[in-house]
């Protein structure tokens, strides 16, 4: 335990290190800068558990150094015991009101002293505790947020991040007039690749596509994600059709790069089926999958609007 002793007499230093050292390490600087140091004014680290601040100083009032001591965030959960020599209850009242935790009154009984400065320190340990675990709490929050939009196999958005960039987009659509484009892609004789091959390289399969759907979609607001089963939804922002018949065109070219082979395909690769649609029709969703079943009628591995 850490223990800041601040007060301008080399006695009352003397007789408070003296006492408290049993119970923790004291540091009683000759000045306040030696005291602003040790609380981190500059640097923001602090290893001090408790404070023993003198009420009554002639450099600096015991008070107005409070203040000072509380502007900074890092020492928000640090206890801080006025020390006075009288009872000043007005005073104390303003102590407490510039962020004190308790006092103790000159001269102190050494077991009291003690006793009020193991408490602060509690005290101190205590908040910060409760403010670690906060954070880590919020860090997990943050984590499970990112998980429960995240599809675990092939690591795109998820259906429920789908369906809520979705939402926005038609809302944005609404306010602004700015177009936004819908590609559904399907797999193309998908079941027969699983029979093929069996499950677990279909697996790898919705891995390999998703990553070159990821891969084509160059914008920052362009939301690739993983709809359902062997099914999956481009969503771009702020793009026309023209737009998305480039990022779709982008689609096969890699498709066709990334040659997965398909031994039960017409063509023994594995293709998509696109679908594309804008915020102009009145049913985006239903659109593209109209448009996606004209692209698998159509014969497959093609784009239809
Ligand atoms: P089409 O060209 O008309 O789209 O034919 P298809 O065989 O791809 O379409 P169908 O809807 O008949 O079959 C989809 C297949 O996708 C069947 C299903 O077993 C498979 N599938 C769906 N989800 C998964 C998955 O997570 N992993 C694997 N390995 N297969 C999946
Ligand atoms: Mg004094
Ligand atoms: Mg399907
Ligand atoms: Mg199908
Ligand atoms: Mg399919």
Redesign the pocket.
């Known amino acids: 335990m850490n223990i800041l002793v601040i007060d301008d007499s080399a006695l009352i230093r003397a007789i408070l290190t003296r006492t408290l050292t049993p119970i923790g390490a004291v540091h009683a600087p000759g000045d306040l800068q030696g005291a602003r140091d040790l609380l981190g004014f500059h640097s923001g680290q602090c290893d001090m558990d408790v404070v023993l601040l003198d009420l009554e100083m002639p450099e600096r009032d015991g008070l107005s150094f409070l203040r000072d001591l509380r502007a900074h965030p890092h020492l928000a959960d640090l206890s801080v015991i006025m020390v006075t020599s009288t009872q000043e209850t007005e005073r104390l009242d303003d102590a407490f009101a510039a962020g004190a935790n308790d006092y103790v009154t000159k001269p102190a009984h050494d077991n009291v002293l003690r006793a009020r400065t193991l408490h602060g320190a509690r005290l101190t340990r205590a908040l910060r505790a409760a403010k670690d675990r906060e954070r880590e709490l919020a860090a997990a929050n943050v984590q499970l947020e990112q998980l429960s939009l995240t599809d675990a ?1 092939t690591g795109l958005a998820n259906r429920r991040a789908f369906d809520q960039q979705y939402t926005q987009a038609l809302a944005l659509a609404q306010r602004s007039r700015m177009p936004s484009t819908l590609i559904m892609a ?9 029979d093929a091959l069996g ?5 790898a ?2 891995q390999q596509v998703a990553a070159v759907l990821q891969r084509s979609c160059h914008r920052r607001t362009d939301l690739a994600a993983r709809y ?3 099914e999956f939804a481009l969503l771009l922002l702020d793009t026309d059709l023209r737009g998305a018949q480039e990022v779709a065109g982008r689609v096969h070219a890699a498709l066709e790069d990334a040659a997965i082979p398909h031994p039960d395909h017409p063509l023994g690769r594995v293709t998509l ?1 696109l679908g594309l649609a804008s915020t102009a029709a009145a049913d985006l969703k239903g659109a593209a999958d109209a448009a996606l079943y004209r692209a ?1 009628a159509q014969g ?1 591995n093609t784009t239809a609007e």
Not at 186 to 194: L, W
Not at 199 to 203: E, L, N, S, V
């Open positions: 196999l399907d797999i193309d004789h998908f079941k027969r690749y699983n499950h677990p390289a279909g697996d399969c919705l359902g089963g062997e089926s698998k497959r």
